[in-house]
């Protein structure tokens, strides 16, 4: 058991409550106000108390990337299940992202975090790869070859984070979009670039 700082004790699987508590607190205040001292404040837990279970402030947000990409993957997989199109669903993944990032600003700025590149980040290394795997698929599937699928997926990704940067950055909301208007567009977007890219394709 953990002694919070109220004198009481902390019950459970402290570890998942930290992550759970970052994950909460980059939601509400982005990467930039993300500190171990404020998850363990929101946990209620003292100061040290996170450092039984993460050496460092890069561990801890390398766990807090694993269940984002697991999340995002998760969001993406449910979004295109029952779609057979596969340049709807390849923009409805990019709408997800979209939405994804403004719901939790859990976007690439968390995912490709500075700090992260300790191979010793072994789950947050394999859910980055599978999240990646899943729309790289979707991109070789309206593609015509790897090289091309990657150049895509750049563009489609860099796409699709800038219009949820702009609804965060407050700019969207003060143009008078809501956050499901941003999120149509995006995916309509993605869609107006993937068919280009295949037209330019048969060329």
Do not use: W
């Not at 994950?23 to 996170?50: C, H, M, T």
């Not at 600003?105 to 995912?111: A, E, I, S, T």
């Not at 980055?128 to 091309?148: I, K, M, N, P, Q």
């Amino acid at each position: 058991m953990i002694h919070d700082m109220g004198g009481k004790y902390h019950h459970g699987d402290l570890r998942a409550e930290l992550v759970r508590g970052s994950l909460d607190l980059i939601a509400e205040q982005g990467l930039e106000g993300f500190s171990v001292a404020q998850v363990a404040k929101r946990a209620n837990v003292s100061a040290a108390a996170p450092y039984r279970h993460f050496p460092d402030r890069s561990s801890l947000l390398a766990a807090v990337a694993a269940a984002a990409a697991c999340r995002l993957r998760d969001l993406v997989d449910k979004v295109i299940a029952e779609e057979p199109d596969p340049v709807t669903r390849m923009a409805s993944a990019q709408g997800a992202y979209t939405r994804f990032f403004i719901d939790t600003r859990l976007g690439f700025p968390v995912l490709f975090a500075d700090g992260l590149a300790n191979p010793e980040y072994t789950e947050m290394h394999d859910q980055r790869r599978a999240l990646f795997d899943t729309f790289l698929t979707l991109s070789l599937a309206v593609t015509d070859g790897h090289a091309e699928a990657l150049e895509l997926l750049e563009q489609l990704n860099a796409q699709s984070h800038g219009y949820g940067a702009l609804y965060l950055d407050g700019v969207s909301p003060r143009m008078g979009y809501s956050a499901d208007q941003v999120v149509t567009k995006s995916t309509r977007a993605a869609r107006i670039v993937i068919e280009a890219y295949r037209t330019a394709g048969q060329r």
